[in-house]
């Protein structure tokens, strides 16, 4: 972070003295208005709900230019990465900073491999819950509980410990995102193996049964591992905010994970992609294609509740990278898989076009974002649309630790604690009974 040359001074209408704050520059991006001392100061707050002007900490991990479509993990573009490495790579690289070299990724795969498997009393602590109960609400039960099973990583002081936790999280979201599968399937928790990549394993434990082994997919898997890395990381978003807000009080990683899975679960966030896929499918059961019109006009009207999931993005006001890579793929599967003609694919391919004419879509600068050909890819792999934003939670899990550790090395951290503008009653007694 550089001192700017430039300063931000803020003036009163009142005659009250302006005050003068620092202005820093990042590497790329906006520069930021240093307002810690605002309060001091003036003795008053800023107010941003929603956080549109306001950088909450510093990252060097990843970068995003919301009105080019640029998004860069460590630096390197989303597009250069999809096709160069492996999920791992991108776990690699978020983590440590650059990408790593022959023996350091077979050092870190191998670490990743060896602690796949999750301590056998997870198993009966999973099947306390319902067999429909939905694999979020299992996924931020299972997270949180590890650090009742893992209780030697957690010592948020102990670099060492930071990062085992991290290679624990990073390797047994897989296994208990099939677990919690599994459980709503009704069939037996299939373990990891060793000699499989981690997208593979992965496939294995969620499409193999103890009566028949699951023979991994190439394309299947190439497709899964990119959407691993499509959703590894995406700076400040809600539940990366989530995990660092409940970090910052010095919880342990388990616990701040499981914070960042609940948030990601609504769907304005990591939901969207459930939700983008059940108003396909409500579409297509209601006319499919021939009823894009009518359904536009429902998305248009305000009164109406409903948006186009899989459309819009707070940052990206140009197409979302991920979605064009995204799009890539689900060609690339639905021919693999001999569904080139499935329908909702052609329907998503048809609400696009006519939204991206569309003045209200365009005035509004919305774009596909990474939600809206996900569904459709992991439907055609065999995903139920119940696990689409555990898929996600597993794949951000390397990003959400990596921006919690990056918190926890900035020595200027502090505890995250908002202010508010109080809009409610001043002090009064309290009425007896009769009286309320
Ligand atoms: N369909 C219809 N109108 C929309 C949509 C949409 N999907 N998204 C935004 N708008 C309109 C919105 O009504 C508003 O119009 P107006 O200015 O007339 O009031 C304007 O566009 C700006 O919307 P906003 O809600 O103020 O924008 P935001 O930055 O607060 O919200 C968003 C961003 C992603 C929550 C929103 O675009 C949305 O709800 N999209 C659908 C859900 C979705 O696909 N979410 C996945 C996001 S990407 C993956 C992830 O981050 O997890």
């Known amino acids: 972070m550089n001192l700017s040359d430039k300063k931000a001074t803020l ?48 990252s060097g991990i990843t970068y995003i230019d919301g009105d080019k479509g640029e998004l860069l993990y460590r630096g390197f573009p989303i597009e250069q990465l999809a096709v160069n490495c492996d999920f791992l790579d991108i776990c690699y690289l978020i983590l ?19 602690h796949t498997l999750v301590n056998e009393q997870l198993h009966f602590f999973l099947r306390g819950f319902r067999r429909d109960a939905h694999p979020m609400a299992v996924l931020t039960g299972l997270v949180g509980a590890l650090s009742a099973f893992y209780h030697d990583s957690t010592d948020i002081t102990n670099p060492e410990h930071r990062h085992i936790s991290a290679i624990r999280l990073i390797a047994k979201m897989p296994t208990l995102v099939a677990m919690a599968y599994k459980y709503s ?36 898997e ?30 342990n990683p388990f616990a701040a994970i499981s914070a960042g899975v609940a948030c990601l679960w609504g769907p304005a966030h990591g939901g969207a992609n459930e939700a983008c896929l059940q108003m396909l499918e409500e579409l297509q059961a209601n006319g499919g294609v021939a009823k894009v019109g009518e359904f536009m006009e429902k998305v248009k009207d305000k009164n109406s509740g409903v948006r186009l999931m899989g459309f819009g993005h707070r940052v990206y006001k140009n197409y979302d990278p991920r979605a064009k890579l ?7 599967v639905l021919a693999a898989l001999g569904l080139e003609n499935d329908p909702l694919f052609k329907l998503a391919m048809e609400l696009e076009r006519i939204a991206l004419e569309d003045p209200y879509f365009v005035q509004r600068k919305l774009y596909p974002n990474v939600d809206f050909y996900s569904g459709i890819v992991q439907r055609a792999i065999g995903i139920p649309t119940s696990l689409f934003t555990a898929i ?40 007896e009974m009769n009286k309320r």
């Open 326 to 332: 995204m799009q890539e793929t689900c060609k690339e």
């Open 11 to 58: 003036s009163f209408s009142d005659g009250s003295p302006s005050v003068e704050f620092p202005v820093y520059k990042g590497t790329v991006g906006p520069d930021v208005v240093d307002i810690r001392k605002l309060y001091g100061q003036t003795g008053m707050f800023t107010f941003d709900p929603g956080f549109m002007s306001t950088a909450a900490c510093e």
């Open 222 to 251: 190439r497709a899964l591992d990119r959407i691993f890395i499509l959703h590894a990381d995406h700076e400040q978003n809600a539940s990366t905010s989530t995990v660092r807000l409940c970090g910052s009080s010095g919880t």
């Open 392 to 431: 996600f939670a597993l794949a951000r899990t390397v990003g959400w630790i990596a921006q919690w550790n990056e918190m926890l090395s900035d020595p200027d951290y502090k505890i995250g604690r908002p202010r508010q503008l109080f809009t409610g009653h001043v002090t009064r007694d309290v009425p």
């Open 185 to 220: 399937q009704g069939q037996p928790f299939i373990y990891p193996r060793n000699d499989l990549s981690y997208t593979g394993n992965f496939l294995r434990m969620m499409f193999a049964t103890p009566c028949e082994d699951y023979k991994v997919n190439e394309v299947v």
């Open 96 to 114: 440590n900073g650059e990408l790593p070299n022959g023996e350091q990724k077979k050092d870190f795969d191998t670490q990743v491999t060896h």
